[in-house]
């Protein structure tokens, strides 16, 4: 009897380890964009661009720590340098080398004034790292944006082949009936016909929505980087949601939080700080130097060694004014950001009015498509039962079901153009 039981609970794991298999491999939108965030090449690259940044930030800070140089070598002469020294009515020579001399330098630089452009460098590069960050959530954004259609591109394809199955059996369902009336001699051949005729195309739309799913899941393979034969579980049901918003609240946040706004906003402030800069080319440049200089040769006897410190000006005075060319060159380029971000905002402005609008056309559609449905079977029902009275022909049953088709296929249509429609506004705004 353990035995049996033991048999049967080894049973139930096997039996259960496929499905448990499949609801670990179904992806939710989230997961997709998720999988598509850690695996893209794109973002990856955005990646070492932002650490790029950061490693160019930390140069510019190093700028303004003192410099700490050591040389050090050996120099050897054919015969002892010496120096006449006058003493009385004679002179005498002092040798101030010996034929091998070692000499070991140390010397450490640190500048302590330099107009403030040490200082705006290191800011302009603390914004470029700000910038790379930016720049990769804006990557991320137009990223989530792709998943988003090439997911539900999915979830529409699969739903447009189940359309086509039910019409292939809808319309081979009227063929049977077709057959039966024509072997009692109720319809005449071309009744027949045209329905053989469109009982062949709705199974060439079959297989064509087919491939169109094929096609459709390979995109998202492709985009998530995984085997594109490998099997795709996600949801079946796009969901649909109100729009909940304003034009006008959607154009304040993405005025605020669009990202290539926030970029130009920190080039503007970079351009603010490069005239900064170039002012900073009219002023000294002022340092403090602290150095020890040893120098000993082959001969014992011959060793010096001294401790220096001192403190330096570098003024350029004139340089064919190169100077005063750069800085009004700097002030052309702060004005040249400012316009740049006025036309940005108008961009932003249009896009944002553009998406809203393809929303709000997107929900009216769902809605009359939805409405459309039910009228759509109620005609066929009506053509049905109007041929199996024979005061209906095949033509019309036929052109009732094709409505009815193209009725549902609207419905699968605009509900994908609908949360399509939705994210792409987010986008727009810079929230997604």
């Keep these: 009897m353990k035995r049996l039981v033991v048999y049967f609970l080894i049973g139930c794991v096997f039996v259960s380890a496929p499905s448990i298999s499949l609801a670990a491999d179904h992806m939710t939108l989230e997961d997709s964009i998720q999988m598509a ?28 720590l003192p410099m700490v140089n050591l040389s050090y ?18 002179s005498i020579s002092i040798p101030f080398t010996s034929k091998g001399n070692y000499e070991l330098d140390v010397q450490a630089k640190q500048i302590l004034f330099a107009g403030g452009a040490l200082y705006n460098s290191y800011l302009i590069a603390k914004n470029n790292e700000f910038a790379a960050n930016i720049n990769r959530e804006a990557f991320a954004r137009n ?31 009227h063929l049977d009936i077709a057959n039966a009336f024509f072997g009692q001699g109720m319809i005449p051949k071309n ?17 064509i929505t087919d491939n169109a799913v094929k096609i459709a899941e390979s995109n998202l393979n492709l985009l998530l980087i995984r085997n594109l034969l490998e099997e795709v579980n996600i949801d079946s049901e796009i969901p649909v949601t109100p729009l909940e918003i304003t034009f006008e609240q959607a154009l304040a946040t993405a005025l605020e939080t669009r990202q290539e706004i926030r970029t130009t906003k920190l080039q503007i402030d970079n351009s603010e700080k490069g005239i900064s800069i170039a002012r900073s080319y009219f002023m000294p440049n002022v340092a403090a130097t602290l150095a020890y200089e040893n120098l000993k040769g082959d001969d014992p ?76 079977e109620e005609y066929v ?36 153009d609908q949360a399509r429609a939705k994210a792409a506004l987010r986008a727009a705004m810079g929230t997604l």
Excluded: C
Excluded at 43 to 61: E, H, T
Excluded at 73 to 90: A, E, H, I, S
Excluded at 389 to 405: H, K
């Design 301 to 376: 006897t011959f060793r010096y060694d001294t401790w220096k410190t001192g403190i330096g000006l570098n003024w350029n005075l004139f340089e064919g004014g190169a100077s005063y060319w750069n800085y009004h060159k700097a002030q052309y380029m702060n004005t040249k950001a400012g316009y740049q971000l006025e036309s940005l905002k108008n961009q932003v402005t249009l896009e944002v009015k553009n998406s809203f609008l393809n929303a709000q056309e997107a929900q009216a559609r769902l809605q009359v498509a939805e409405k459309a449905i039910a009228q759509a």
């Design 143 to 173: 990223l989530k944006l792709l998943v988003i259609d090439v997911y539900y591109a999915v979830i529409r394809a699969r739903q447009q082949r189940e359309l086509a199955k039910s019409n292939v059996s809808a319309v081979n369902s």
């Design 73 to 90: 070598g050996y120099l050897r002469y054919q015969d002892v340098q010496t120096m006449n020294v006058p003493l009385g009515p004679t």
């Design 381 to 416: 029902r009506i053509q049905k039962d109007r041929y199996n009275l024979q005061v209906a022909t095949t033509d019309d049953v036929l052109t009732a079901q094709a409505l009815l088709v193209r009725a549902e296929n609207n419905y699968i249509t605009a509900r994908a």
């Design 191 to 207: 009744d027949l016909l045209e329905a053989q005729v469109q009982y062949a195309e709705s199974e060439q739309q079959l297989i």
């Design 37 to 64: 965030l850690e695996n893209n090449w794109g973002m990856k690259a955005q990646d070492q661009d932002v650490m790029g940044s950061d490693m160019d930030k930390r140069v510019q800070f190093s700028q303004m």
